[in-house]
């Protein structure tokens, strides 16, 4: 589990294909590595990866066919990644929970200084949702983002809208999203269940 709270951004350094899959280098020198082990999780850009091995300054990841075709920002070199260590019990909960498993790619629509507002530092996110977790989407409910915790100011249809302060625009990759620009999205865990117990039949 996660809390979409990003510790540091990392970079792919090298790729290294695996028949179908791939192996991932991450440099990650930003990141307080002393006390993840082998086996542990790490979200990268809000997908839960295991480190397998420690570099001087990184570590290896396994990443599989499917995770490479069900989400975005692990194929390519040079990428910069939202990185966050696994939660433990006794940390603070910053965000919200988040499990690492992304539910859909979304596509930035719009990424500007909120429209009236053009004095200001923070900046408007609206992203085109896939219709099937766009029901999920909730306004003031809570969503993630490439594996960071926002909340949703607007919503019209399939598309919703997040105000991005500067602090998170400075510490995520955020900034250098475009429109067009693919996310990945995790809805919040407390929907899913919400659906489940609704639809339930016994």
């Known amino acids: 589990m996660f809390t979409g709270i990003i510790a540091a951004v990392g970079k792919i350094t090298a790729i290294e294909p695996r028949g179908q899959d791939v192996r991932l280098t991450v440099d990650s020198d930003k ?3 002393s006390d993840v082990q082998l086996g542990d999780s790490i979200a990268h850009n809000g997908v839960c990866l295991t ?13 599989s066919a499917e995770t490479l075709r069900v989400t975005v920002g692990l194929e390519k070199v040079g990428n910069l990644v939202n990185l966050e260590k696994a939660l433990r019990l006794s940390d603070r909960l910053g965000g919200h929970l988040v499990s690492g498993h992304v539910d859909g790619v979304g596509e930035v629509v719009r990424f500007e200084t909120p429209e009236g507002e053009t004095d200001s530092d923070c900046m408007e996110l609206v992203i085109d949702a896939p219709v099937n977790i766009a029901k999920y989407i909730a306004h003031k409910g809570s969503v993630t983002v490439n594996g960071v915790s926002l909340t949703v100011n607007k919503v019209d249809g399939t598309k919703f809208s997040i105000n991005l302060i500067p602090h998170t625009l ?33």
């Not at 397998?52 to 990841?61: E, F, R, V, W």
């Not at 400075?170 to 995790?186: F, P, R, Y």
């Open 31 to 33: 990141l307080d590595l």
């Open 51 to 63: 480190v397998i091995d420690k570099l001087p300054q990184g570590y290896l990841l396994d990443v």
């Open 170 to 202: 400075q510490e995520t990759n955020l900034h250098q999203l475009n429109a067009g620009s693919k996310v990945n999205l995790e809805i919040d865990l407390i929907a899913r269940y919400v659906e489940r117990m609704n639809s339930f039949n016994a």
